[in-house]
């Protein structure tokens, strides 16, 4: 039996992978998990700080029915990258045939897991924002800059308010869109300017800190917090209407809530809306205008994994021969 395995770089990810793509292949893989048509075990996270290394590698495996598609995502975050030049996060992806375990590919996960990440808030927001005329971004990186990508592609925004710490990353982030986008940017000097009257409030750092505070959240808003660490302060979330999450399990145990699940005040059954299981039609999403919505954006393997099938799919449909590497060698 042929065990030729494809060895996929960032750059022929992004030949086959659209924005557009990705965003239609979350929303499919949220719906297919609400259907109990995925298998995807919690993440474990590997933090090596304790043995003088700063960084944590997550291990998040899945396999996706109805792409039959098996795989694991290895996603960690460094901080000596910068300095590097490299990105902070740093992602591959490994895709096995579900039925003998051989190896398909190894993917760059870097474009998958960006991209994925910013298709998360534009579809939440469709979802849960009562409005998106003004929407906060507080993080102007890497995965601040996706998800405002990804939001355009789905939601009419006119204003985007920007904060972060660099004044230098709020200008990169603004170079990094036409000068002819469909709305105004806003460089505000607070977190409290960018949030006061903000339809859509993003908090993407890697900040642990309270970034967002209760009364700058208007009736109606909609809070989503993207970071691995606190970004908001625990009224946000005590004093939020509804509470939205994109999956139970890994929404306890890391990011925003993380806290907040250690002293018992959030468990699993705290959360109002599970958006796979909107997207299934088993819940509605919003059901009041006035509804302050607090969600977490986890994010979870699946998603990468099912990206990688969608980009595994693409290429076999475009007949291109991309060079093989034989695993029996
Ligand atoms: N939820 C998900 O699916 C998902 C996926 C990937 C990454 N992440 C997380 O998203 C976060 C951002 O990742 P990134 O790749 O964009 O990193 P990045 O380094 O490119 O950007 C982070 C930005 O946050 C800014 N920042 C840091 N502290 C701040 C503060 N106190 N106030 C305002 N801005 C501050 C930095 O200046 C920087 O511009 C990380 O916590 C990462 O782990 C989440």
Redesign the pocket.
């Known amino acids: 039996m042929e065990e030729r395995a494809l060895i996929i770089g960032e750059s022929t990810v992004k030949r086959y992978l659209s924005p557009e793509d990705v965003i239609d292949c979350v929303e499919k893989t949220w719906r297919w998990y609400g259907e109990g048509k995925v298998v995807m075990p919690d993440k474990i996270t590997t933090d090596m700080a304790a043995m003088g290394i700063p960084g944590w590698f997550n291990s998040m495996p899945a396999y996706i029915g109805p792409m039959d598609v098996a795989g694991i995502k290895v996603?960690g975050?460094y901080d000596g990258n910068?300095a590097l030049g490299l990105?902070?996060?740093k992602a591959n992806l490994l895709v096995t045939d579900s039925r003998t375990g051989i190896l398909r590919a190894l993917v760059s996960g870097d474009y998958i897991?960006?991209l994925r990440?910013g298709a998360?808030p534009a579809i939440m927001a469709r979802l849960l924002a009562a409005s998106t005329d003004v929407v906060t971004i507080?993080?102007?990186?890497?995965?601040?800059y996706t998800s405002l990508l990804c939001m355009s592609k789905v939601l009419n925004i006119k204003e985007v308010r920007l904060?972060?710490?660099?004044e230098a990353?709020m200008d990169r982030y603004i170079a990094r869109f036409p000068e002819d986008v469909p709305f105004r940017f806003v460089k505000c000097r607070s977190?409290e300017e960018a949030c006061r009257g903000s339809d859509v409030i993003i908090t993407?750092?890697?900040?642990n800190?309270n970034?967002v505070e209760e009364p700058w959240v208007k009736e109606g808003g909609l809070v989503m917090t993207?970071?691995?660490?606190r970004e908001t302060s625990f009224d946000v979330v005590r004093k939020a209407d509804k509470i939205a999450v994109d999956q139970v399990g890994q929404s306890l145990h890391r990011?925003n809530l993380k806290e907040l699940a250690a002293m018992g005040e959030i468990t699993a059954d705290s959360f109002d809306i599970l958006i796979p299981d909107v997207l299934a039609g088993k819940m509605p999403a919003r059901t009041n205008q006035k509804d302050r919505i607090y969600a977490q954006?986890?994010?979870t393997g699946m998603l990468d994994v099912a990206c990688a099938g969608l980009l595994l799919e693409k290429i076999t449909a475009s007949g291109d021969e991309l060079p093989r590497f034989d695993m029996t060698k």
Not at 204 to 207: D, L, P, Q, R
Not at 226 to 229: A, D, I, L, W, Y
Request: cysteine-free; proline content about 3%.
């Open positions: 996603v975050g910068k990105p902070y996060i897991n960006d990440t998360q507080i993080g102007t990186g890497l995965q601040g904060s972060d710490i660099s990353a977190n993407v750092t890697n900040a800190a970034l993207m970071g691995s660490f990011g954006i986890i994010g």
